[in-house]
């Protein structure tokens, strides 16, 4: 007896969807038979956010983040403060950042971060443009908001070397004691790193 | 107190369980059986690593996709699923984000009859065992090592390249400084602590007219930074990171003298029998309960009066699980627990419980 399948174009839809980062086999199956049975799932909608997306989204010019258009609404909007940039390793390390509402300079993604053990070196980041950037908009000051891994230290390692020399002030976001948490339930190198990057609250 | 263990494809078992005793628990059986393989699944269920090898994926058995590793450890429900795509913690059935937490429950100290290595074999056996110990006794060092391991990997990674580049080396050598001193302070810090108990626990198993020695030796010189500038012309010849943590070792001396080299044999094993028994006696005085002490047929090596002298400086109370290819001592270890363990051929590894009947 021959072994029954789903048409082979259900199939298809399932081992696209399969594809999918984080869609296993039974959530492809799940999925797609939503999408042909139930009465509001509308495919057309979703089919045509795809192809909308796939087509308008890109990447800023600019900074890297997602962008309609040559430019982001960040980089298009003039009440930013262009003084201050501020690099990230990924476009959607952006967010997080803006929604603290606590930054109004404009930003750099560079795309990853520097990982021989991924293969992916210099060439793969977006430090040329950074650097012309840098060199077009002249800002005062570069907030390197990395990782705090190896490969994020790295990263601000090999452009602090890149940007020796230039008249720029370069910071780091400091690493210290979470919000709200108690001292106690911190972790000793967290605790060390709190010390070294300590603030003043006033002198007596 | 571990309470029981559950297996599945992991080295010669499909599927293996069984219930340890409080105090002592005894498995006998001939060679071959996978005793050893018992004990090294009670390490990688509490400590999530082999005593054996570096990584976890030769013990998968063979043909198998992952392997799983269960047990109580007093009420606590720990579970560990490995594969090489995937990794999952639980601790009572929920889902660990990291090892933390789940690293906290139990603690273990594994005694091997190849624990002779220790003084005889490279630097790499005696960094694995203070390794072993640090990733017990500090909560950070776990992370430390395994980050110093990544910028070091990724260091050599950029010096073997052709061009050179020695920007991405550079980019490489902050991280690596930083936390390679870390890692020479915790492993500095624990040789200190650990000396006067492996001192101790030399002269009562083994002969008191030997002074044994045992000193941290730095694989760079005090300054890391100045020793790896100093080694950067033979490093871009020999395209690897020379100095740092990664070339540690620790001197073992039999008055004054190398041990590999001046001490008998007997010696030997009594040092090294000497360094387990200081780990499991630095945990103890530590977090003030024994580690679990498993004890891989170390008993066939050893005269009477050290086997019993052995015991006798172990952490009392401490809960003992010990494998054994014969039974001839058994009269002086007084086993809540026995177990045989057989070849059933197609039924597998199967136990007889000896005793209690």
Not at chain 2, 29 to 49: D, F, P, W, Y
Not at chain 2, 149 to 157: G, I
Not at chain 2, 194 to 212: H, M, S, V, Y
């Amino acid at each position: 007896m021959r072994k029954v399948e789903y048409p082979p174009p259900l199939q298809e839809l399932i081992r696209q969807l399969h594809r999918m980062p984080g869609i296993g086999p039974r959530s492809a199956e799940r999925i797609a038979l939503w999408m042909i049975q139930a009465p509001n799932s509308r495919p057309g909608e979703i089919s045509d956010a795809i192809s909308r997306c796939t087509k308008t989204v890109l990447s800023c010019r600019d900074c890297g983040f997602f962008a309609e258009g040559e430019l982001c609404t960040i980089c298009n909007d003039p009440s930013r403060d262009r003084s201050v940039l501020c690099v990230v390793e990924q476009p959607t390390d952006i967010l997080p950042l803006e929604r603290t509402g606590a930054f109004r300079g404009i930003y750099h993604a560079l795309g990853g971060k520097l990982s021989p053990l991924n293969h992916v070196g210099p060439e793969d980041l977006r430090f040329d443009s950074l650097l012309q950037r840098i060199k077009q908009a002249a800002p005062q000051e570069l907030i390197l908001a990395l990782g705090a891994d190896v490969e994020g230290e790295a990263t601000a390692s090999y452009l602090s070397q890149l940007l020796a020399g230039m008249p720029l002030r370069i910071t780091r976001l400091a690493q210290g004691l979470p919000a709200g948490l108690s001292l106690e339930s911190a972790d000793d190198l967290t605790i060390s790193r709190a010390f070294t990057g300590r603030t003043e609250v006033g002198r007596s | 107190m571990l309470r029981n263990l559950s297996i599945r494809d992991f080295r010669c078992f499909t599927r293996f369980d069984l219930d340890f005793d409080p105090g002592i628990t005894c498995i006998v059986g001939g060679n071959a059986l996978g005793k050893t393989s018992l004990l090294e699944a009670v390490v990688i269920l509490t400590r999530l690593q082999s005593p054996r090898t570096n990584s976890l994926a030769p013990v998968i058995r063979t043909g198998a996709k992952g392997l799983v590793v269960d047990g109580m450890v007093d009420n606590r429900h720990m579970q560990f699923d490995y594969s090489p795509k995937r990794r999952k913690l639980a601790l009572d059935s929920v889902e660990q984000k990291d090892a933390h937490e789940y690293l906290q429950v139990a603690r273990a100290v594994f005694f091997a009859n190849t624990d002779i290595d220790l003084v005889r074999g490279t630097g790499e056996e005696r960094r694995r065992f203070l390794d072993f110990l640090g990733s017990q006794f500090f909560r950070d060092y776990r992370n430390i090592l395994r980050s110093y391991d990544k910028a070091l990997r990724s260091r050599n990674a950029y010096l073997k390249m052709t061009p050179a580049r020695p920007r991405e080396v550079a980019a490489y050598t902050k991280p690596l400084i930083d936390l390679g001193q870390q890692l020479t302070e915790l492993r500095g810090s624990l040789v200190r602590r650990l000396e006067p108990k492996a001192i101790a626990a030399f002269n009562l198993i083994g002969e008191r007219d030997e002074q044994f020695g045992l000193e941290y030796h730095c694989g760079s010189s005090a300054d890391f930074q100045a020793a790896l500038a100093a080694s950067a012309e033979e490093e871009a010849r020999l395209r690897t990171t020379l100095v740092g943590p990664h070339r540690d070792d620790l001197l073992l001396q039999l008055s004054g003298q190398p041990a590999a080299i001046y001490a008998s044999e007997g010696q030997q094993r009594t040092m090294a029998i000497a360094l387990k028994v200081s780990h499991a006696r630095l945990l103890e005085s530590e977090f003030g309960r024994s580690p679990l002490l498993l004890l891989d047929d170390v008993f066939g090596e050893l005269d009477i009066g050290r086997r019993n002298r052995l015991f006798a400086t172990l952490p009392a109370g401490g809960q003992r699980i010990i494998t054994t290819t014969s039974l001839a001592w058994l009269h002086d270890v007084p086993a809540g627990r026995l177990y045989g363990i057989k070849d059933d051929g197609a039924r597998g590894r199967v136990l007889d419980v000896i005793s209690p009947r």
